[in-house]
């Protein structure tokens, strides 16, 4: 269920669907001749400009992307590297016959460099298909390809295809590899999602070194300027408030400790 209703409701909470029924609603008002109409069709026009070209969806990433800083990886040699899903477009890669990667992609370039930094430790993907009314299979078939292709050894390579949400990578990743005490596992993700997958390895009894990747914000001055695709801001600002509403109602609903998880 709770998965099901994180799908239903993200797609009236998204900013951009948001204020764009705003601005359709407006306009439908103005053209019946509603006096009140034509004044929240600009407002919502006027926030879908300001909040694409402003950095408004990149300074809401920052704080998420700066929790975990990179690890020394110095030490004893990993168990294992958990990657998590997402990076994959399972619809185009089904229809064009190819593994077909999205923004994400970094997640799985860098768990191939870890595997041949660490040649003992075991790669693992953890994802299914996230589809809410359709199946089109599950993104970790195509990862384990795609890192063969690289030149991962497939002897060493997991996939748990399973899990539909954060919570499910998790936990189904710990029941496929049974982590031990003083074991070390890489967990590796978007640095934006690192918080948030934490804090549920954590309340499934699985304890993670975080690799934070794929960045969307620099750290510098340089996230405080206008963008100037508004398109992208955009994409930014979905991602952001996605993940802010996420930690909330993984907070809200016990499954993390922490609203923010940190080190």
Not at 23 to 36: E, I, K, S, Y
Not at 103 to 125: K, N, S
Request: hydrophobic share 50%; with cysteine.
């Amino acid at each position: 269920m709770f998965f099901v209703l994180s799908k239903v409701l993200w797609i009236a909470a998204a900013p951009t669907n948001l204020l764009l029924g705003l601005a359709v609603l407006g306009a439908a008002g103005a053209l019946a001749g509603r006096r009140w109409a034509p004044r929240v069709a600009f407002a919502a026009v006027l926030a879908l400009v300001g909040c694409g070209v402003l950095p408004v969806g990149r300074l809401m990433l920052r704080p998420l992307e700066d929790r975990f800083p990179q690890p020394s990886l110095d030490g004893t040699a990993p168990a294992g590297i958990v990657v998590l899903g997402g990076p994959i477009d399972q619809v185009t890669g089904a229809a064009r016959g190819q593994v077909t990667l999205r923004d994400a992609a970094t997640r799985l370039t860098a768990g191939a460099a870890l595997a041949r930094r660490f040649p003992g430790a075991v790669l693992v993907y953890t994802g299914g298909s996230n589809a809410l009314l359709s199946e089109v299979g599950g993104e970790a078939a195509d990862a384990k390809r795609l890192w063969v292709d690289l030149g991962v050894d497939p002897a060493r390579v997991l996939i748990e295809d399973a899990s539909r949400n954060t919570e499910e990578n998790a936990r189904f990743t710990r029941d496929l590899v049974h982590p031990k005490p003083g074991q070390r596992w890489i967990l590796v993700t978007s640095a934006y999602h690192m918080p948030r997958s934490v804090g549920l390895f954590r309340a499934a009894g699985f304890d993670v070194l975080p690799f934070p990747v794929d960045y969307r914000s620099t750290g510098t001055a340089h996230d405080f300027a206008p963008t100037a695709e508004i398109s992208a801001g955009l994409g930014r600002l979905d991602v952001a408030a996605r993940e802010w509403i996420g930690l909330l109602a993984y907070r809200a609903s016990g499954r993390i400790a922490d609203l923010v998880p940190g080190p």
